[in-house]
């Protein structure tokens, strides 16, 4: 599985980054929003990223009609050809996009996947990615584990090259469940990618090796 963080706060993506196992970056409009990051500085936030490891950064597009949307998907796909995934809320007209961002060889991330069929319509249009929001899912009265699940079984039945980006995780064992259905890629905050680490018998166990370390040295 691979693991980015969502966010676009400076310091939050670089110190994720630092740890050596987040793979990239996501953001979206709402995240630049709450770090203060105009769509004038988003280049320059790509270029810190990529400055400190990210392999692939996911950037949205923020125009509403398709033509627009192609449009500024191949402008941000200039600041990091294959390592820039155009992200595409799934409208009709992010699918008409994503259609001919794709047939140019663009990475393409169709994002608020909250259905199987517009998981099958994304692999239609050869997306890379459909980011699914499993928090939100849940906040909905659906069983997000379930549909996630049956997203990834009709990935997998039609040996797709589409994969799940699952996104609005709010506990570290909700990766873990993720992983067991097979989900390839998740996107988690900065309060829960922090988390990932953690385990109580580890402290103890590494507790005890300083102790027995420092006594044989």
Request: no cysteine; glycine share 6%; charged share 20%.
């Amino acid at each position: 599985m691979r693991i980015y963080i969502d966010s676009a706060d400076r310091q939050a993506i670089t110190e994720a980054l630092a740890t050596g196992y987040v793979y990239g970056v996501t953001t979206n409009p709402t995240l630049l929003r709450r770090a203060g990051v105009r769509a004038s500085e988003v280049p320059d936030l790509a270029r810190l990223a990529f400055e400190h490891g990210a392999r692939e950064i996911h950037l949205q597009t923020y125009a509403e009609d398709a033509a627009g949307i192609v449009s500024e998907g191949v402008e941000l796909a200039r600041l990091g050809p294959e390592r820039v995934a155009v992200k595409i809320p799934a409208t009709p007209a992010g699918y008409a996009a994503a259609a001919e961002l794709a047939g140019q060889g663009l990475r393409v991330t169709l994002t608020a996947v909250y259905t199987v069929r517009q998981a099958l319509l994304a692999n239609s249009v050869s997306a890379h990615y459909i980011a699914v929001y499993l928090g939100r899912m849940r906040d909905a009265g659906m069983d997000s584990l379930a549909v996630i699940g049956r997203m990834q079984q009709a990935i997998d039945v039609y040996h797709s090259k589409l994969e799940i980006l699952a996104a609005s995780v709010r506990d570290p064992e909700e990766v873990e469940a993720l992983a067991a259905l097979g989900v390839a890629t998740v996107t988690l905050p900065p309060a829960v990618l922090r988390q990932l680490p953690d385990s109580d018998q580890t402290k103890a166990a590494a507790q005890t090796f300083s102790e027995d370390a420092r006594a044989i040295n």
